[in-house]
């Protein structure tokens, strides 16, 4: 498994399915099914799509299904999933690549189990927490912010007070949950005795009340 900055994923994602393309006898006319975790409208999954469609189209059939997963109730993840499956079978690809983690979470042992090869890119969570290392037909890179660096920075451009504060504002999604996680177990190390505090919401308002009522330096 590769760990990579953002700014690479896409075309290290674009070398791995094109070495997995290279081993079968119809490279030249693969079908290609795209599962995104989100939608079109992020600028995320427009970089990456672009990305893969200048590399693989017209060569190759490559469609894309939006599981949205930003936008809907997490109540109906497991909705979308199931339509996505649908696609897939609708489809009979070569290849699916599976684009940000909840597509992994939700697909990867249905794809498993179909035989069809895997191609994953943009997973902010360890890849055993989806047990991705035992999947033989599976294989992609993970994104990991520079959050150690970052923390570091922070610590050395602070003022020196008696109690410095940092307020983290982070959303409540996947990529979110991973960040915050790791800040939480590595920041007393880090910073000594800076006081982190992580907040994780859902709404502007609520972001915007935070700032309003913590008196404390914003890293957001």
Known sequence: MIQI?????SLLGIGLLLCLLSLSQNANAAKIVVIESYHQG???DQEYSRAINDTLSPLHDVSYFEMD???????????RANLAWKYIQSQVPQ?????????VNLLHQRLNDSLIPVV????????????LNELKRFTGVIERPLLRRSLLLIQRILPQTI?????????????????????????????????????QLSQLADWQQQRKSKAITRLS
């Open 163 to 199: 109690h410095r504060k940092i307020l983290v504002l982070f959303d409540q999604g996947v990529t979110s949950d991973s960040a915050a996680e790791y800040i939480s177990k590595q920041h007393s190390s880090i910073l000594g005795d800076i006081e982190v505090n992580l907040v």
């Open 120 to 131: 994953y890119l943009g997973v902010n969570m360890n890849p055993r927490a989806y047990h």
């Open 5 to 9: 900055t953002p700014l690479n994923i």
């Open 42 to 44: 992020n600028q995320w």
């Open 69 to 79: 997963t930003k936008r809907i109730p997490k109540e109906q993840f497991g909705e």
């Open 95 to 103: 290849l699916v690549i599976l684009a940000d983690d909840n597509a």
